[in-house]
């Protein structure tokens, strides 16, 4: 897709973009994690890019290569995910958090590997920061892009995540949905903000991209 025919509708914007799992250590070889491939995010990155942003991508382990032109900053966990959102939020327009960022972390990761002693084993887990509300809830605020992915009342839980952590906009995904999402190359969204809603129906994930990146930079603008 050659970038010199997309108006460059953020030029000289700073976007922050988190994509990817993150990785919550059990102990030294073992980890807690999750199904995201990385896609969505990169997508985004390279489409952000195209369109004439400066991007900075904060990214869990994927096995994707890093778009040209883009910064990536490469973290494992959700307290290392948090520290480099904190840090390259600090001159941004635009943050957008498509990480699947882990829920929950080990209470305490145990210093050295778990050996397997007994015939049932609990683990005890604590809840992980949410990063995009603590970024949300600056001060100095960007604007800022949530992801919801859920698998029933979609539009309901999208818009109350988009209340509770204080967005300008969320992208909805319907994860039961197999043909879409999580590991495809095809996605479909209903995208939400204060005022209005828009639905994108299937596509694949470097198009949906750059449509969400124009909503987005409609939406800023507006703001
Ligand atoms: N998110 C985040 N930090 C977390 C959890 C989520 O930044 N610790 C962000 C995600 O990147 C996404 C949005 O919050 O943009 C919503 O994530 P989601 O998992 O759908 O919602 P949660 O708030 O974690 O709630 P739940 O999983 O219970 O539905
Ligand atoms: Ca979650």
Same mark, same amino acid.
């Given at each position: 897709?050659?970038?010199?025919?997309?108006? /460059?509708?953020?030029?000289?914007?700073?976007?922050?973009?988190?994509?990817?799992?993150? !990785?919550?250590?059990?102990?030294?070889? !073992?980890?807690?994690?999750?199904?995201?491939s990385g896609k969505m995010g990169y997508a985004l990155?390279?489409?952000?890019?195209?369109?004439?942003?400066?991007?900075?991508? +904060?990214s869990g382990p994927t096995s994707l290569e890093t778009p040209g032109g883009i910064t990536k900053i490469s973290i494992s966990d959700?307290? /290392?995910m948090l520290q480099a959102a904190q840090e390259y939020t600090q001159n941004c327009d635009i943050f957008i958090s498509c990480a699947a960022v882990a829920d929950y972390k080990m209470k305490q990761v145990a210093p050295q590997k778990m050996k397997k002693t007994s015939d049932e084993l609990t683990l005890e887990l604590e809840r992980n920061p949410d990063i995009l509300a603590s970024i949300a809830s600056l001060a100095q605020k960007p604007f800022c892009v949530g992801f919801?992915?859920?698998? /029933?009342?979609?539009?309901?839980?999208?818009?109350?995540k988009m209340q509770r952590k204080n967005l300008d906009m969320i992208i909805a995904n319907d994860v039961s949905n197999q043909a879409i999402g999580f590991n495809s190359n095809d996605n479909a969204v209903t995208v939400f903000w204060p005022k209005g809603?828009?639905? +994108?129906?299937?596509?694949?994930? /470097?198009?949906?991209?750059?449509h969400l990146l124009q909503l987005i930079a409609a939406q800023y603008e507006e703001k």
């Open positions: 897709l050659p970038s010199f025919f997309l108006p /460059q509708v953020l030029a000289n914007k700073n976007i922050t973009i988190t994509a990817g799992p993150t !990785r919550e250590a059990i102990d030294p070889v !073992r980890y807690i994690s999750n199904h995201s990155a390279q489409a952000a890019q195209w369109l004439g942003a400066k991007v900075n991508l +904060i959700a307290e /290392q919801a992915a859920e698998t /029933q009342n979609l539009a309901h839980y999208a818009k109350d809603s828009v639905e +994108i129906e299937q596509t694949d994930k /470097q198009n949906l991209a750059i």
